[in-house]
């Protein structure tokens, strides 16, 4: 029987995703994309699950889309629509991970290309190794960035930056991610997983809904106006104000203990 493409292991509400390809840099297959888009929406909808966090296993990240996988190696004589693999399977994952109803890490223990790079920019609080490199490379094979790239590197970086990264392909090492705002931290790699789990966990005590609602108003206020942006956060308190995790937090706060959230 193969190994399975994605290893999860459960640390009380929070769940890891260990991308498992190892020997390939953990490069992406359309099988392991289905299995982690099934894995990030099936423990997103247990309630006993409250953050998810995201890794490597072996000395690598996520190499990006592995070219040898036959959904996408080009066969000569024969066109492949690309559109039609990623609308099928990398969107889903995409959209998966950036309406996940629970917080997401990703801690980054090795080298991120590629799609790899979009993977883990698409989790909201992100960590790497400062043994780990950031790096497009799709100017090398006659592509566009994609995975959500094209949205994510502007809004992080800024155009200047983020164009010379994709049109000159430059690895971004992770100490240089975190000082230009890319990642959150950037860590010694004997304290990443311990790192990322305590986030996760942190993550995992708070009120969910409240988290959630926070990185969709962090998402849409870029496509709006200043007025628009403070009406979409008094719907939200609206909503969130009627919450179990708003009557609790208040009510820790006033009797100086810590607070039991339970909302999703």
């Known amino acids: 029987m193969a190994d399975p493409l994605i290893l999860v292991e459960r640390h009380e509400a929070v769940a890891v995703l260990r991308l498992n390809r190892p020997a390939q840099l953990n ?6 994309v289905v299995q982690l888009r099934e894995a990030v929406e099936g423990l997103g909808a247990d309630p006993s699950v409250r953050a998810l966090l995201i890794t490597g296993e072996g000395r690598g990240f996520c190499a990006g889309q592995d070219l040898s996988d036959a959904l996408v190696s080009p066969e000569t004589g024969k066109a492949k629509d ?3 693999i990623i609308d099928h399977y990398h969107i889903p994952l995409c959209l998966a991970l950036r309406n996940c109803p629970v917080p997401t890490v990703c801690a980054v223990n090795g080298v991120a290309a590629g799609a790899g790079v979009s ?3 698409g989790c909201d609080v992100v960590l790497a190794s400062d043994a780990a490199v950031f790096v497009l490379g799709f100017n090398k094979i006659g592509l566009v960035p994609d995975g959500g ?18 049109l000159l392909g430059d690895k971004l090492s992770a100490t240089d991610a975190e000082l230009c705002g890319l990642i959150s931290r950037c860590l010694p790699p004997e304290q990443l ?3 990322a789990l305590q986030a996760a966990g942190r993550l995992a005590s708070l009120p969910t809904r409240a988290l959630v ?10 496509q709006m ?3 628009p942006a403070l009406r979409a956060e008094s719907r939200q308190q609206s909503l969130l104000g009627f919450s179990h995790d708003y009557t609790e937090g208040v009510a820790a706060f006033q009797q100086k203990r810590p607070p039991q959230f339970r909302d999703r």
């Open 193 to 195: 997983m311990q790192a």
């Open 27 to 32: 490069a992406l297959t359309a099988d392991l």
């Open 119 to 121: 993977l883990a920019l």
């Open 82 to 84: 690309l559109g039609h």
């Open 149 to 166: 790239a094209t949205w994510l590197l502007p809004r992080l970086l800024g155009r200047a930056k983020a164009l010379e990264l994709a």
């Open 225 to 227: 106006g200043f007025e």
């Open 213 to 222: 609602s926070t990185r969709k108003l962090f998402d849409d206020a870029m």
